[in-house]
């Protein structure tokens, strides 16, 4: 099943992408040389999530190079959501 890219790009947010990179073991700096920065400046992209589109779409690049499908990310996504709902709500795993 094919999904529109801008929707997928909603689903990368910081949490799920820092999932995504302790799944597929890769650092900050696997992130940095794509995205022509530091690795310090991925880590406050991150914190900060004032993260671009094509930011964003380069990272979708990097992890799908690295065999992620979109069904994966869904369910990391929906995941991490939850566990941040929870989170939010003093309820601690």
């Keep these: 099943m094919k999904y529109e890219k801008h929707e997928v790009l909603k689903m990368l947010d910081s949490d799920t992408i820092s999932a995504l990179l302790k799944i597929y073991g890769l650092t900050y700096q696997?992130?940095?040389?794509?995205?022509r920065c530091t690795r310090q400046n991925v880590l406050y992209l991150l914190k900060?999530?004032?993260?671009?589109?094509y930011?964003?779409?380069?990272?979708?690049?990097?992890?799908?190079s690295y065999g992620m499908e979109t069904a994966e990310l869904m369910l990391i996504h929906q995941?991490?959501?939850?566990?941040?709902k929870l989170?939010?709500?003093?309820?601690?795993?």
């Excluded at 995941?79 to 941040?84: D, E, I, V």
């Design 55 to 64: 930011q964003k779409a380069i990272i979708l690049d990097i992890f799908t």
């Design 87 to 93: 989170k939010g709500r003093g309820i601690n795993e």
């Design 30 to 35: 696997h992130l940095a040389l794509p995205l």
């Design 79 to 84: 995941m991490t959501s939850k566990a941040k």
């Design 48 to 53: 900060s999530g004032n993260m671009k589109d």
